[in-house]
């Protein structure tokens, strides 16, 4: 057994702790008799590799089960939990830390709290909360508040648990419509340039809305900056059922696919391997800096980074175990993302779909000709390898499958990235000279309306989508299966592994 494939096994065993007891909270004393079983192994066949690597493999399970654990109790342990559904109203200090999320008629905002006033005596404490306010007067990143409100915990809803859906960014509790107001900011120089950032993000976000009307403004929009709130529930039910919602998520498997599809392109064309590499990270490292670095952006980037790299270098058959790694950081970070964030889950997916089912697809559709500069038979690869590592909890968490689906991808998603470079040229465009926006934006325009188009055309078909749920048991029975006939694909060579 391979330095690499022992690392594997070590990555996956604590994974699988986070995983346990995601779902399950064991005692002390079966984690204890993990370890102990394990330290047993270790030592007294360390002669032994594959039983030795076994114990280790114990010992890391026990690590990610105590890691869930203890960032669970520091969690529920927080002392602003004490105020949650207090008798009476309490005034809290709090800084914004994030983009503030505005809707039509309400603002959600991110608030790190610095203190809080009892009897006008003011306890220092830390902890995150979610504050819904009124539309205006309107709020920016930096922004100190003083909150005057009620704390209350978020709602576990029949199909949709908020709480944990919170608990993900280490978010507390929750208050709606509090009385606020503005406090002096001090930025440092860190936050004073995220500032300008998402003040450079907003005003490629009026040149859209500008030159745009919509549903083709708010598409872009959520495309290229993530304003997915702007989409129309009518549009939002268009793109469930063709299966085509996760362009505009800018996380998962949106940056997977869309990177992919970049370094595809830019071979087509005649970049080498390296430049194009080069050329797609920096467009992966710009592109989240542009919508102002959101948690799941960062970790779409990291995993669609690790990717590229493998494909650079041609090993894109094993990128599976550096990105075991890498997701084993994060969730070292925060064990709550392998449950509760759809996100991340989609992001890992996609990579490994990616990683072991492409070579598959381009055989399968080994029919297809080659096309130097579009590289179809390529992109619709990706797209499936993606797909269907990703259905399953597509399925399991939003309860419908899209069957027309695969074609909606085939005709959508060459595309995308035209969409993207079209978008942003118009878009920076119009930040120095509006009527050059007005002129650059038809491409895009042009490319949206096809879009459109193809959507509304399928959405018209009879049973295109079917809500459907699936157990637990289903789930893991789908991904069993898919393991193995990976495996026995392998194993008989069809794809040269």
């Not at 002096?184 to 809305?209: A, P, T």
């Not at 419908?400 to 118009?426: D, E, K």
């Not at 029975?477 to 393991?483: A, D, H, K, R």
Request: charged content about 15%.
């Amino acid at each position: 057994m391979t330095l690499s494939k022992i690392v594997l096994c070590f990555c996956l065993s604590f994974i699988g702790g986070i995983f346990i007891n995601s779902f399950l909270s064991l005692p002390s004393f079966i984690i204890g008799e993990l370890f102990i079983l394990g330290i047993f192994y270790s030592l007294l066949f360390f002669k032994k590799k594959l039983i030795l690597v076994f114990g280790l493999c114990l010992i890391f399970l026990s690590f990610g089960i105590l890691r869930y654990q203890t960032v669970f109790k520091n969690f529920e342990t927080q002392e602003i939990k004490d105020f949650i559904n207090f008798s009476e109203q309490v005034e809290f200090i709090g800084e914004i830390i994030g983009e503030p999320d505005i809707r039509q008629d309400k603002i959600n905002l991110l608030i790190k709290i610095e203190k809080i006033i009892i009897n006008k005596i003011d306890i220092s404490m830390s902890g995150r909360i979610l504050v819904t306010a009124n539309r205006y007067p309107e709020y920016t990143y930096g922004n100190k508040l003083r909150i005057d409100g009620v704390l209350k915990e978020p709602c576990v809803f029949e199909d949709f648990n908020y709480k944990n859906y919170l608990r993900k960014d280490n978010i507390s509790a929750v208050i709606y419509y509090p009385s606020i107001s503005i406090m002096e900011s001090d930025l440092s120089g860190r936050e004073n340039l995220y500032k300008r950032i998402l003040y450079f993000k907003n005003k490629l976000r009026k040149v859209i809305v500008q030159n745009l009307s919509p549903p083709q403004s708010s598409i872009l929009s959520a495309i290229i900056l993530g304003d997915k709130k702007n989409i129309s529930d009518e549009w939002k039910d268009k793109l469930n059922k063709t299966g085509v919602r996760h362009i505009t998520a800018v996380s998962g498997m949106h940056i997977v696919i869309l990177t992919s599809i970049l370094m595809s392109l830019l071979i087509g064309i005649g970049f080498s391997r390296g430049k194009a590499f080069y050329f797609t990270i920096i467009f992966i490292f710009l592109y989240i800096i542009i919508i102002g670095f959101p948690p799941s952006a960062v970790r779409a980037g990291i995993m669609a980074g690790f990717l590229l790299l493998a494909q650079k270098i041609g090993r894109i058959s094993q990128s599976q175990r550096i990105i075991v790694f890498a997701a084993s950081i994060m969730l070292f970070q925060n064990p709550f993302l392998l449950k509760d964030d759809v996100g991340f889950q989609l992001s890992f997916l996609a990579v490994l779909g990616i990683s072991h089912g492409l070579p598959i697809f381009q055989n399968w559709l080994k029919f297809i000709p080659e096309n130097k500069y579009l590289g179809i038979k390529d992109i619709i690869s990706m797209t499936f390898s993606a797909q269907i590592f990703t259905l399953p909890i597509l399925i399991y968490n939003f309860g419908y499958i899209s069957l027309i689906a695969p074609l909606a991808n085939i005709l959508i998603v060459p595309i995308l990235p035209f969409i993207m470079v079209s978008g942003f040229i118009f878009t920076f465009a119009g930040t120095l000279w509006q009527f050059l926006s007005w002129i650059l934006s038809f491409p895009a325009w042009l490319l949206l309306t096809y879009v459109i188009k193809i959507i509304n055309l399928l959405h018209k078909i009879p049973f295109a989508c079917l809500e459907i749920k699936i157990p637990w048991a289903v789930f893991l029975f789908f991904y069993s299966l898919l393991t193995y006939v990976i495996y026995r694909l392998k194993k008989i060579n069809i794809q040269n592994f």
